[in-house]
């Protein structure tokens, strides 16, 4: 019953670390997007206020 | 998110019918409980690796990364299961045979499959080109396949301990295949968020390439800033 139980735990502990591992990517990959689309937004705001400034 | 969850109930439901309704086998006892999911990782493991040669192929064909993207997802997933069914075996070996692992065609072609899948995974992991990476991947992913009619038929064409098609009484045989095709679906929808990921993984490294290069021209322009 040992051997049993044992196999299985190990089995579904190995795909939770693999999917956790996915949700942790997940929620990173999403934070960087938004870090970035906030970093074009605010240059190109920038450039567009000193292309008015030079016009 | 709703499938996600769909898939984690069947899942449960799998293994409850794997500790409650199937009956209790007369040599090995409890521990042959351990075939149903061995059976279903390894069917997993093997179909898998025919995904990722397949995607591999196509991108061969077409040269275009989505297909990539899905070689590489359905490898990882190929050698997860790969890995399960190893560890699964094992623990059943032991009980059935006293040993944890012992160099039989079928055993030794399973060993040879994971060690290949790791093999790529390394080769990969060394090539920042994507093209270059998805080229060699998908070459290595097509080599790989040649052990999978290995895998299948050691326990035929080579004479061995590993069981081939033992006799079951139809309601391990229910169970069986109700494991089989909710793991296979399991790992599919696995395979289709890893796929998203990659691909997510791109873009943001796209987005970052253009924010560098227009930031380095700022600079140049404006040395003083």
Redesign the interface.
């Known amino acids: 019953?040992a051997?049993?139980f044992?196999?299985?735990a190990?089995?579904w502990a190995?795909?939770a670390a693999?999917?956790a591992r996915?949700a942790l990517?997940?929620r990173r990959?999403?934070q960087?997007?938004d870090e970035?689309e906030k970093?074009?937004g605010s240059?190109t705001g920038r450039e567009s206020s000193s292309q008015r400034r030079a016009g | 998110m709703v499938v996600g969850l769909l898939l984690v109930c069947s899942l449960l439901t799998s293994a409850a019918m794997i500790f409650l309704v199937a009956p209790t086998e007369a040599t090995m006892g409890d521990v042959q409980r351990i075939l149903y999911m061995h059976v279903a990782v390894a069917w997993c493991g093997l179909t898998g690796c025919v995904a990722m040669a397949g995607c591999g192929a196509m991108y061969l064909a077409r040269r275009r990364l989505e297909w990539d993207y899905w070689s590489q997802a359905s490898g990882e997933i190929g050698w997860l299961c790969t890995t399960l069914t190893l560890v699964t075996g094992s623990a059943w070996a032991h009980e059935a045979w006293g040993t944890w692992w012992t160099w039989e065609p079928r055993l030794t072609s399973s060993l040879v499959l994971w060690t290949i899948y790791a093999g790529i995974f390394l080769i990969r992991s060394s090539i920042d080109d994507p093209h270059r990476r998805a080229r060699l991947g998908a070459v290595l992913a097509l080599a790989c396949l040649c052990d999978v009619p290995l895998v299948v038929m050691a326990t035929r064409w080579f004479r061995g301990v590993h069981p081939v098609t033992p006799e079951m009484d139809p309601v391990m045989r229910l169970v069986l295949a109700v494991s089989v095709i909710t793991f296979s679906a399991f790992f599919a929808y696995l395979i289709v968020q890893r796929r998203r990921q990659l691909e997510a993984c791109e873009r943001v490294t796209e987005i970052e390439t253009s924010v560098w290069c227009t930031n380095s021209r700022s600079r140049i322009g404006n040395p003083h800033s």
């Open positions: 019953m051997t049993l044992g196999t299985y190990a089995a190995a795909v693999y999917v996915l990517t997940n990959l999403s960087r997007l970035l970093s074009v240059q």
